[in-house]
Structure formats: structure tokens, C-alpha cells
């Protein structure tokens, strides 16, 4: 396993956001993004996760509600990565992925796309 402290790897997911357009981060509303080291047990290669209310579900009823969690995992990413470039794109990958379901993009759409 590629080797890279939290700390590290915190700092690939920040780059990983400030690559994503301002045309867009502008438009993110109430979402904060987490780094933890693993996934739930029940899905160990999961390399990130959306939960929350995408924009596009949000109505009139939306409002003071807990903000939506992007968390991106550590471990899954470095086991699958052999080098820290591999790292660097992964985790934009990943990041990019979540993003989009906060935009209501589903996995499916994101495929196709190829942030799959």
C-alpha cells in the first residue's frame, strides 16, 4: 500500500476542490466534504460518498437542515493507487464524482461521463 499521511492526503483533497471551477463551487449550497480513513465495513473499496438532498431535490421545504456530507476515504484510494500521481488523479475523480451528486448527477450519468 502506497504510503501517504492524513495530513497528505487532506491537502490532495483541497486541491482536488480548488480545481473544480468557481462557476460551480459558487452554486454548491450546504455542503461540507470530510476525509476518513475507512469506509463503512460493509463497502471496504468505497472510495467516497454523497449523502444529503441533491439541488436539484430541493423545494420550498429546504430549509434549516444539517448541510450535506461529502466524505472521501483514505484507505480504499491508497490501496488502489501505487504511486502518489496515481493518488492525484483518483482523488479528483472521486471528488469530481461526489460533487456531481450534490448537482443531482447520477452514477449512471457519471459513467458516461467517465467519472465512473
Same mark, same amino acid.
Given at each position: 500500500?502506497?504510503e501517504m499521511?492524513?495530513? =497528505?492526503?487532506e =491537502?490532495?483533497?483541497?486541491e482536488?476542490?480548488d480545481?473544480? &471551477? &468557481?462557476?460551480?463551487?459558487?452554486?454548491?449550497?450546504?455542503v461540507a466534504v470530510f476525509?476518513?480513513?475507512?469506509?463503512?465495513?460493509?463497502?471496504?473499496e468505497?472510495l467516497?460518498?454523497y449523502?444529503g438532498?441533491?439541488?436539484?431535490?430541493?423545494?420550498?421545504w429546504?430549509?434549516?437542515v444539517l448541510p450535506?456530507r461529502?466524505t472521501?476515504y483514505?484507505? &480504499?484510494?491508497?490501496?488502489?493507487?501505487a504511486?502518489?500521481?496515481e493518488?492525484v488523479?483518483?482523488?479528483e475523480v472521486t471528488?469530481v464524482?461526489?460533487?456531481?451528486?450534490h448537482f443531482?448527477? #447520477? #452514477?449512471?450519468r457519471?459513467?458516461a461521463?467517465g467519472y465512473?
Amino acid at each position: 500500500m502506497l504510503e501517504m499521511t492524513r495530513e =497528505e492526503f487532506e =491537502e490532495q483533497v483541497a486541491e482536488a476542490l480548488d480545481r473544480i &471551477p &468557481p462557476e460551480l463551487t459558487r452554486l454548491m449550497d450546504n455542503v461540507a466534504v470530510f476525509v476518513e480513513d475507512e469506509p463503512p465495513a460493509d463497502d471496504p473499496e468505497l472510495l467516497g460518498l454523497y449523502e444529503g438532498t441533491p439541488l436539484t431535490d430541493r423545494g420550498e421545504w429546504y430549509a434549516g437542515v444539517l448541510p450535506d456530507r461529502i466524505t472521501i476515504y483514505r484507505g &480504499p484510494t491508497l490501496r488502489m493507487c501505487a504511486t502518489r500521481e496515481e493518488v492525484v488523479a483518483e482523488t479528483e475523480v472521486t471528488v469530481v464524482h461526489e460533487i456531481a451528486h450534490h448537482f443531482g448527477i #447520477d #452514477d449512471a450519468r457519471l459513467h458516461a461521463l467517465g467519472y465512473g
